[in-house]
Nanobody, 126 residues
Framework: QVQLVESGGGLVQAGGSLRLSCAASGGTFSNYHMGWFRQAPGREREFVAA????????AYTDSVKGRFTISRDNAKNLVYLQMNSLKPEDTAAYYC???????????????????WGQGTQVTVSS
């Protein structure tokens, strides 16, 4: 049984930072690409960042490039999202997801991911 559990969300002022963590259990974590998505109220879930199974390749949506960094620790079965220079428009529930084995590295399509965490809320005040 694969489980993904996010943590690290919270309330922060604009310009501040947060680091999200996603703990994975079940399956062989180091075999899979991982991704972060977010969903704001009334909006569709959108891609934020992705990382390859070995951590060497990363991809970001344009709105977070230069501010967010995705990383992973395969020895601890963890994936991180470091978020700096946060803006009110970053407010959303953030979800980590495990890519399907057949999916390409850095896929931005939610359908390419088969397991999802429950989400952690990030609220950025102006």
């Amino acid at each position: 049984q694969v489980q993904l559990v996010e943590s690290g969300g919270g309330l922060v002022q604009a310009g501040g930072s947060l680091r999200l963590s996603c703990a994975a259990s079940g399956g062989t974590f180091s075999n899979y690409h991982m991704g972060w998505f977010r969903q704001a109220p009334g909006r569709e879930r959108e891609f934020v960042a992705a990382i390859s199974y070995d951590g060497y390749y990363t991809a970001y949506t344009d709105s977070v490039k230069g501010r967010f960094t995705i990383s992973r620790d395969n020895a601890k079965n963890l994936v991180y999202l470091q978020m700096n220079s946060l803006k009110p428009e970053d407010t959303a529930a953030y979800y980590c997801a495990r890519s399907r084995l057949s999916s390409a590295i850095g896929s931005r399509n939610a359908a390419a991911y088969d397991y999802w965490g429950q989400g952690t809320q990030v609220t950025v005040s102006s």
